[in-house]
């Protein structure tokens, strides 16, 4: 019976389809990706087949009399996502630095937690002293925040990308008089829908690219004692206030 079902799996490749798609769908990053693709699959029927996505029935005889459309249009997509976007989301990060994004921001926290010291601070102590636990702890550290803001930056471009995609799959639907996904989606939400999702979408973009960050530190207290006491008084009772203060802030918690 198990050779039977494998036998039928491999000889209908869609078969194991919904359940592979199931699983992943609550992961963003692929249902994003996901809705990547999709934009780009209606954009091409529209264009090619002169149809949308949804209407699209697997005649193959159609595909067959414009495979090099098909093929071109594919082989365009491939080399859109991998570096026309990825150019243009770098330059519009780069641009969007100066906005004046701090007049919608609350106040940024730069104090350094009881306990914690900065990166900076651990790396130079484990150079100085050639402690090799403080460099790792410092390399591993570091690491991981490099690690988070290429996620940030990665998850910014996709999300920039399937706002290209669905303005192009827009304007691909008017020019060749197909309603594609987002003239469908147009009809549905209206100008105030559209609104919510622009400003969504500028909101994740302000979160990948533009948002401030507060000052990296881990946790050291040994080396935080040290550094506290070569502060001059005035800094010290102000550290001082700022732990009680924390301190004070967990109790009422």
């Given at each position: 019976m198990d050779q039977n079902k494998d036998g039928l799996k491999s000889?209908?490749?869609?078969?194991?389809?919904?359940?592979?798609?199931?699983e992943k769908a609550?992961?963003?990053?692929?249902?994003?990706?996901l809705t990547y693709v999709c934009l780009f699959l209606d954009s091409l029927?529209?264009?090619?087949l002169h149809q949308n996505l949804m209407g699209f029935s697997g005649n193959m005889a159609m595909l067959w009399e414009r495979l090099g459309t098909v093929f071109v249009g594919v082989t365009s997509f491939c080399l859109i996502v991998s570096l026309v976007i990825?150019?243009?989301?770098?330059?519009?990060?780069?641009?969007?630095?100066?906005l004046p994004w701090q007049w919608f921001?609350?106040?940024?926290?730069?104090?350094?937690?009881?306990?914690y010291v900065t990166h900076s601070a651990l790396r130079e102590h484990s150079i100085r002293q050639e402690d090799e636990f403080a460099w790792k702890r410092w390399e591993a550290a570091d690491a991981m925040r490099d690690e988070a803001r290429t996620k940030r930056y990665q998850a910014g471009e996709l999300i920039f990308g399937l706002g290209v995609s669905a303005v192009f799959n827009a304007w691909v639907g008017i020019s060749n008089d197909v309603e594609t996904l987002m003239l469908t989606l147009n009809a549905i939400i209206g100008f105030s829908g559209w609104f919510l999702v622009s400003t969504v979408m500028v909101t994740g973009l302000y979160w990948a690219w533009w948002a401030s960050e507060g000052v990296a530190q881990i946790y050291h207290p040994t080396l935080c004692e040290e550094l506290r006491a070569k502060?001059?008084?005035?800094f010290?009772?102000?550290a001082k206030h700022l732990d009680d203060r924390g301190h004070d802030d967990k109790n009422d918690h």
């Open positions: 000889a209908n490749p869609v078969a194991g389809l919904p359940g592979a798609v199931f609550w992961e963003l990053r692929w249902a994003l990706k029927c529209a264009f090619a990825p150019a243009i989301a770098r330059f519009v990060c780069i641009a969007g630095i100066y921001e609350g106040h940024v926290q730069y104090d350094i937690h009881h306990g502060e001059p008084p005035l010290r009772a102000k």
